[in-house]
């Protein structure tokens, strides 16, 4: 049985990881994954903190969380089918507008 | 006489000209077009028609009956009980002012039916120009009828207005431009005075009603029940005196006249020189009361004019223009005028308003007729010997130049006359001016009418000269009329007179007494002067009338080489008469242009200064949205690398502690 603190650093690794691929990716697609990555890592690490204090709240709010993302994913998802109709392209730069 | 009939007729009188306004520009340019001139005939029409009944039922009432008050309905009120109202005040002076006014009127909008035409079409504007000659006509009846300093002042301004407006006529060219504006401004230093006078008026008599303040100022009193002070009504009299002088073109003010000519000459015939210009012979002849409390502002006014007469009577010597040389004229008569009322011959003053209205308004509509013959072209030396072409205006114009040059037996000889005579028995220097002057006006009025109409015929290059048409005819003949008969309803038949028949000071000075009331006092009487040396003056003015004349002829169809000699011989003396005493080039040094560096200095201050202010409260945002702007690249992965090194930060700030 691994430690806690192995747990934790997976959940930092997979949160990592997703950070990396946030900032470097340009496909949008790959960008909502990264950040759905970043997502896993901060559950990963609710459930071991829950377990390092022998609680059952981690592992509902990560549940709870589960749930939340599903739902963002298709609201996600959503949005980027929407931005694709736009401009026939998924790549980030192209979405600049708003530049001051 | 009952005021309520006399109401109907003042409201016809008043909106009889502006409702030909109305329709002039309401209905005009879409509908009536080159009938236009119909609504305004209407209208001033329908004004003279009530003037007449009015003037009719003033002479039936007798001095008993007049002056009635009319309060048409109350204004507004400054301070609890004193009421400004808008009321109208109709006595002798009134109703013979309205004629005139209305009269003149009618036949100028006749006469304008053919001289706003260029080959039978109407010019651009025919229907703004109606529409500004029946604002005037309805401006100028209601100063007239005013029945308070506050109604006087509104019309004084209305007049002012319209004839701004009609001297910028052509405003699509720069000197018609520059002269309305110019007469505008200048009659706004004479305003300004004329604006304080009534402020002071309201101050000594917590009224601006004509019958108040007149009643007051007869009992000597101010509204507190003080005594007036001479400085007081001094102060009064001649502030009041400073809009006379503007609105009547007398000395330091008269420089907007002669400019106010690039108007149509319809326009100069009515306003600049019949009625708008003797709005201030009629404002001191209506607050005579006024004036006679002050014998220094009488003086004043009395030297004002004589000297106006004079000045401007030299200087129309030797121009060539031949509406400017109307326009000098019509300067020096009013002096004439104001140096009646300053020696205390108003009624006399009023005579010489009446009669010059009718022959300045013929000289004036002749100059017109000459001009619309001449394509457009005034200047007398470019034309000569029309009276083969113009048969009917050269006769007319000669009738109306006669009476201006004082020919005995004519309007103009009674009336100048009259003043020449008051002023000799107030005093002689005064009185030797009016004689000058009078022997200046023939001559300059004939050389005139020589150079334009005697001599060899011809005309501007490429110009079809014809004589006028009968709408032109028409009015010239009726107001030829007036020039020749006016007169004499100013004297009556008596043996021993003038001639031995002429007794001056006839039915319509008896008429104007009751109006008059402060003048009488101050008038000399025809014994006090002595019989012999009244007639004789009459006589001897008569012949310098007669003189003036003849040396014009002399000067300018018998022997022109003596004009030339003459104008070799003085030509400093040339040069400053036909510079117009340079009088428009001082004002433009020492007012104009230091006030306009004063305009520029402000201008800059506001441009740069006070603008400045303004940019840098602006600016300020501005420049920090500037700066932080940078901060929306609009890249989402921007973003986040901003939210990853906030984050870190926030970090290092938590662990380091």
């Keep these: ?100 | 006489m009952t005021a309520v009939d006399l109401i109907g007729l003042a409201l016809v009188v008043l909106l009889g000209p502006l409702a030909g306004c109305l329709v002039c520009g309401a209905l005009g340019p879409g509908f009536l077009k080159g009938r236009t001139h119909w609504a305004a005939i209407l209208g001033v029409g329908s004004a003279f028609v009530a003037s007449v009944l009015v003037f009719q039922r003033v002479r039936g009432a007798g001095e008993a009956g007049v002056p009635v008050e009319i309060e048409l309905y109350r204004w507004f009120s400054a301070v609890p009980d004193i009421w400004f109202s808008i009321g109208l005040w109709v006595d002798q002076l009134t109703s013979l002012m309205l004629l005139v006014v209305t009269g003149v009127a009618l036949l100028v909008v006749i006469y304008s039916r053919e001289y706003m035409r260029e080959d039978g079409r109407p010019v651009r504007g025919y229907e703004r120009f109606f529409a500004y000659l029946g604002l005037f006509v309805f401006s100028m009846c209601a100063l007239v009828l005013g029945g308070n300093f506050l109604l006087l002042y509104l019309g004084w301004e209305a007049v002012g207005l319209c004839s701004y407006l009609l001297i910028g006529f052509y405003y699509d060219r720069p000197s018609a431009a520059a002269a309305a504006k110019k007469a505008f401004l200048v009659n706004r230093v004479g305003d300004f005075g004329f604006a304080l006078g009534i402020l002071m008026i309201y101050l000594t008599f917590e009224s601006v009603d004509f019958a108040t303040v007149f009643g007051l100022v007869e009992s000597g009193v101010d509204a507190g029940g003080h005594a007036l002070t001479s400085g007081r009504m001094t102060l009064i009299a001649l502030l009041l005196f400073c809009g006379a002088v503007g609105k009547s073109a007398q000395f330091p003010l008269y420089v907007w006249l002669p400019d106010a000519m690039e108007g149509p000459s319809p326009v100069s015939a009515l306003i600049h020189a019949a009625t708008m210009v003797t709005a201030g012979v009629y404002m001191v002849a209506r607050c005579g009361v006024i004036f006679a409390a002050s014998p220094v502002a009488m003086t004043i006014v009395a030297c004002v004019g004589a000297f106006t007469a004079l000045f401007a009577a030299t200087i129309a010597l030797v121009q060539f223009d031949m509406k400017r040389v109307l326009a000098y004229s019509t300067v020096s008569q009013l002096g004439y005028m104001f140096l009646g009322l300053g020696v205390y011959a108003g009624s006399a003053a009023v005579f010489h308003l009446y009669t010059h209205a009718f022959f300045k308004a013929l000289l004036f509509l002749g100059a017109g007729s000459v001009m619309h013959a001449m394509g457009g072209v005034i200047d007398i030396r470019k034309f000569s010997g029309l009276r083969r072409i113009m048969p009917w205006t050269y006769a007319t114009m000669v009738v109306g130049a006669l009476a201006l040059a004082g020919m005995p037996l004519l309007s103009g000889f009674w009336s100048k006359d009259e003043i020449i005579h008051a002023a000799f028995a107030h005093n002689r220097l005064l009185g030797v001016v009016g004689l000058l002057t009078a022997l200046l006006t023939a001559f300059y009025t004939f050389r005139m009418i020589f150079l334009a109409f005697h001599g060899v015929t011809k005309t501007p290059e490429g110009v079809h000269a014809h004589e006028s048409g009968w709408w032109i005819r028409w009015p010239l003949c009726v107001l030829a009329a007036g020039a020749l008969l006016a007169g004499f309803v100013g004297v009556y038949l008596h043996g021993g007179g003038f001639l031995g028949i002429f007794e001056p000071e006839g039915v319509l000075h008896r008429f104007l007494e009751p109006a008059l009331p402060a003048f009488a006092a101050g008038e000399p009487h025809a014994e006090a002067a002595g019989h012999l040396a009244r007639f004789g003056l009459m006589y001897l003015s008569g012949l310098l009338a007669i003189v003036g004349i003849v040396l014009a002829y002399v000067l300018y169809v018998d022997s022109p080489m003596i004009a030339n000699i003459l104008a070799r011989t003085f030509p400093r003396t040339r040069a400053v008469l036909q510079g117009k005493f340079f009088v428009d080039e001082a004002y433009e040094q020492w007012i104009v242009r230091p006030a306009r560096s004063l305009g520029y200095v402000c201008y800059n201050l506001d441009l740069y200064f006070i603008d400045g202010v303004v940019w840098l409260v602006s600016d300020l945002p501005r420049g920090l949205g500037y700066l932080f702007r940078v901060v929306q690249q609009g890249r989402l992965q921007g973003y986040g690398a901003s939210m990853v090194f906030g984050l870190a930060i926030l970090t290092l700030i938590v662990f380091w502690r």
Aim: aromatic share 12%.
């Design chain 1, 1 to 100: 049985m691994p430690s806690v603190t192995a747990y934790m650093i997976l959940g930092s690794l997979l949160f990592a990881l997703g950070l990396v691929g946030f900032l470097s990716r340009r496909n949008l697609i790959v960008v909502f994954l990264s950040t759905e990555l970043m997502f896993q890592g901060v559950l990963v690490n609710f459930v071991a903190m829950g377990s390092l204090r022998g609680q059952l709240n981690g592992q509902i709010f990560a549940l709870h969380l589960l749930v939340i993302a599903a739902v963002e994913a298709g609201v996600a998802l959503g949005l980027v089918v929407y931005l694709y109709r736009r401009k026939a392209t998924l790549d980030t730069e192209s979405w600049s507008g708003m530049w001051g």
